[in-house]
């Protein structure tokens, strides 16, 4: 049997705060994504882009509330 680790809520959380965004401890992913495009807006964060390209790439493992938020505030934000 195969076990498949899913991108979650927690998931995008912990990689996006690995960039040094502050996010609070159970943030739904809409507030995670939120936050982290604000950040990005005022100083920059060096690596969300790639951080995004890259779980983009895996959207088949990623639930859709995670998809969603990146969709509707990273996508847009990061062009």
């Known amino acids: 049997m195969m076990i ?3 991108i979650d809520g927690d998931d995008f959380r ?3 705060v690995a960039l040094g965004i502050q996010i609070p401890e159970g943030a739904c ?3 995670c994504a939120r ?3 604000r950040k990005h807006v005022e100083v ?3 690596g969300l ?3 995004v390209r890259e779980l983009m ?3 088949d493992i990623m639930l859709p509330s995670v998809r969603t938020a990146i969709e ?5 934000g990061l062009r």
């Open 14 to 16: 912990s990689r996006l």
């Open 44 to 46: 920059g964060v060096l």
């Open 72 to 76: 509707r505030y990273l996508l847009p």
């Open 29 to 31: 992913p809409e507030t």
């Open 4 to 6: 498949v680790d899913l």
């Open 57 to 59: 790439q895996h959207t």
């Open 35 to 37: 936050l982290a495009l």
């Open 49 to 51: 882009q790639d951080l």
